[in-house]
């Protein structure tokens, strides 16, 4: 491996990309359900770029058009934390999403549980302590 000829200056994670078939029902969902923030919605070839956060977050989940040689679907290994992750799973499951039947709880492992966005795309919920 060759080294790098400065210093990397990466110092953050800011947009983590999440594909879907039609960016105004992702936005309604992420919005409307998960009760997240559109950070910016302009016009992007092929659609828009669409960027939602939950409040307060500094990473974005931008919501990106799935075009070709990239699908909807996937398990985006997206971590949302949550200070409740029992209340949230029934929240969710309230709202009609796709949720995960229980509450995953293994020793020493904080609680957590997976759900699916309208494209079928896998998120998780994790309870910080």
Same mark, same amino acid.
């Given at each position: !491996?060759?080294?790098? +000829?400065?210093?990397?200056?990466? =110092?953050d *994670?800011?947009?983590?990309? *999440? +594909?879907v =078939?039609?960016?105004?029902?992702?936005?309604e /969902?992420y919005?409307? #359900?998960?009760?997240?923030?559109?950070? !910016? %919605?302009?016009? /992007?070839?092929?659609?828009?770029?669409?960027?939602v956060?939950p409040?307060?977050? =500094?990473?974005t989940?931008?919501?990106a058009?799935?075009?070709?040689?990239?699908?909807?679907?996937?398990?985006?290994?997206i971590?949302? =934390?949550?200070? %409740?992750?029992?209340? %949230?799973?029934?929240?969710?499951?309230?709202a009609? $999403?796709? #949720?995960d039947?229980? #509450?995953?709880?293994?020793?020493? $492992?904080? +609680?957590m549980?997976?759900?699916? %966005?309208?494209?079928?795309?896998?998120?998780?919920? *994790?309870?910080?302590p």
């Amino acid at each position: !491996m060759t080294a790098a +000829p400065s210093r990397i200056r990466i =110092t953050d *994670v800011r947009t983590v990309a *999440v +594909p879907v =078939t039609a960016q105004g029902r992702a936005l309604e /969902f992420y919005g409307g #359900v998960l009760g997240f923030e559109t950070r !910016m %919605d302009s016009p /992007f070839p092929g659609g828009r770029w669409i960027e939602v956060a939950p409040p307060g977050a =500094t990473t974005t989940i931008a919501l990106a058009a799935a075009g070709e040689g990239t699908s909807a679907g996937v398990d985006t290994g997206i971590r949302f =934390t949550t200070a %409740d992750a029992t209340a %949230d799973h029934a929240a969710l499951t309230a709202a009609g $999403v796709d #949720v995960d039947a229980d #509450v995953l709880r293994f020793p020493g $492992v904080p +609680p957590m549980f997976s759900f699916r %966005d309208p494209d079928r795309n896998t998120l998780y919920v *994790v309870e910080q302590p």
